[in-house]
């Protein structure tokens, strides 16, 4: 199944905007001082950090309830870094905070399935060549 958006951009790049859909039920609007002034707003790492956090919440559930621990909540924060490299925009880093409530687990077990999720997880494997992704492990 193909996971399908949508974007479209009008003007300039300073002073024009834009506009993204995915899926049914999200969209959003974009501009440059949304992705690069931090005005309040919509940008793609916004997009890319949500997709990232979601796809570990549920790949770290997977590796708990396989290992006999299934989970009451795991909640995960995603922050992607955006930074100039020779004068282009570059997506370096995502560092990952996931604090689970689990029955049955001790840290030492919680921290080993968040690292293994962490190699699993669909958008990690996405992006673990071309950048640093970092993990805070936590139980509740």
């Keep these: 199944m193909a996971a399908k958006a949508h974007a479209e951009w009008q003007g300039g790049l300073k002073t024009g905007s ?7 039920a999200i969209n959003g609007a974009f501009s440059f001082k949304t992705r690069f002034e931090d005005e309040p707003g919509a940008n793609p790492e916004q997009l890319l950090a949500a997709s990232h956090a979601a796809c ?5 559930s997977a590796v708990l309830e396989i290992g006999g621990t299934p989970v009451d909540s795991i909640n995960t924060d995603a922050s ?21 409530k689990v029955p049955g ?6 921290q080993k ?5 962490k190699r699993n997880c669909v958008i990690s494997r996405a992006l673990s060549d071309s950048i640093e992704i970092t993990l805070e492990a936590t139980l509740a």
């Design 105 to 110: 687990v001790d840290a030492d077990g919680f």
């Design 113 to 117: 399935a968040a690292e293994e999720a």
């Design 80 to 100: 992607v870094a955006l930074r100039f490299i020779d004068g282009a925009p570059t997506v370096t880093a995502v560092a990952l905070s996931v604090t689970g």
């Design 56 to 60: 570990y919440s549920m790949a770290i």
């Design 18 to 24: 834009g506009s993204f859909t995915a899926g049914e």
